[in-house]
């Protein structure tokens, strides 16, 4: 029925219309208020979980000696070896002389006065005996020096060419080498089974051999010339023999290691001051944060705050209130650098203990984040989805009114029209009798 909007009776019925659906919709506008709460609420959420995310960060780079308890080293002399050392190499000075490098063993032959000839080296089989194993290499009249050297060369563990050395004459010499350093990577070349050329005849230019070393007097072995954990997370590397011995200093590196406390203190405060922004309630504003009121979320600070102010054992030191970092009242920490490095110092092994222990703080909180709070099935992931359930229903709400509004506004349209049709009806009947009456009384 087309809308005849107070045509007849005058009324701004498109005004009544809007009024009494807009009185309606307050209840659609006050979920569409819940769903805007909710919604910043889920951010919120997943803002925290990030802080938590980056707290675990900070928490992973101690809480283990060989990522938190960094040495520093320093040598007397550079250039001659290259020291690198581990949490857990014990302070204190190591002379380092080295006596022998570790080298591979290498083998040549006699010189040829050309190497592209087929059949210069004969025919038959070369036995390449190395470390303890022997190959094969069938050699025939078709191949030349540069074959020979090919084919031995892709043999397992050892390499082959053919060198010139610019002799007038004999410039050409095969040469073999072992790949590994180490006296027990021996090699030996066999070719008396060479007929019809002449055999290459090989002989020892390098002897396979250990590498040696003296490390505070002591003499130290090695197959190659990495001399590993012989201090524990001591590793050397040789690049020369050295004429007299070269002192390693090692020391607790307490910049590196204090970093690294200050930088879990801080990611702990970013989420704690994200907490107390987004659970601040003013009461004479009427505002207050996404978080305001979500036990899941006070839960976790709660018991994070918990961990913090709890006992570990680590002999000496029981938590971290001992070493410098200790709670204000906001919930954020305060770290103390100035005691924290004191007790590093007089303490090493007891402070990073605290921390770095399998029961210590930082692995205790690791397993909390892991297990409890950003696993797929943890609080977070458990009051998301409670809040992103609560979402739908009200998206579902809201849908619903929408349709009713929307069958109310086309009823009163529809009621409102079929008025304005029967008064316009009765005062065209109104007007014809009055037309009627008034001819008759002429």
Sequence with gaps: MPAVDGIASGLDTTGLIDAIVGAAEVPKIMLEADLADVEAHIDKVAEFKTKLSSLQTALEDIDSLEEFGDNAITLSDEGWIDVEVGAETPPGSYDIEVNELARSAMQISQGYNDSSSAGLLGAGDIIVEYAGGNETVAVDLTMTMEDVAEEIDALDGVSAYVMDTGDSSTPYRLVVMGDDTGAENTLMIDTSALTGGTSPGFSEVVAPQDAEIELNGITVYSATNEVNDAIPGMDITLTTTTTSPITATVTRDTDAITAKVEA?????????????????????????????????????????GNRVSDNYSADDYFGLGNIGINTKQSGNLEFDSTVFEEQLVENPEDVLALFADDEGFAKTVIADLDEVYLSDDGLIETRTE????????????????????????????????????????????????????GSSDD
């Design 264 to 304: 879990f203190v801080d990611a702990y405060n970013s989420m704690h001051t994200f907490y107390n922004l987004n659970t601040d309630f003013d009461a004479d504003e009427g505002i207050r944060g996404a978080l305001f009121g979500d036990g899941t979320i006070r839960g976790i600070v709660d018991q994070l």
């Design 386 to 437: 409670t809040l992103e359930d609560t979402v739908e229903s009200l998206e579902d709400a809201i849908d619903q009114i929408e349709e009713r509004l929307e069958n109310m506004e086309e009823r009163l349209r529809s009621q409102f029209t079929y008025m304005e049709t029967v008064l316009g009806s009765l005062q065209s009947t109104q007007s014809q009798l009055g037309a009627l009456l």
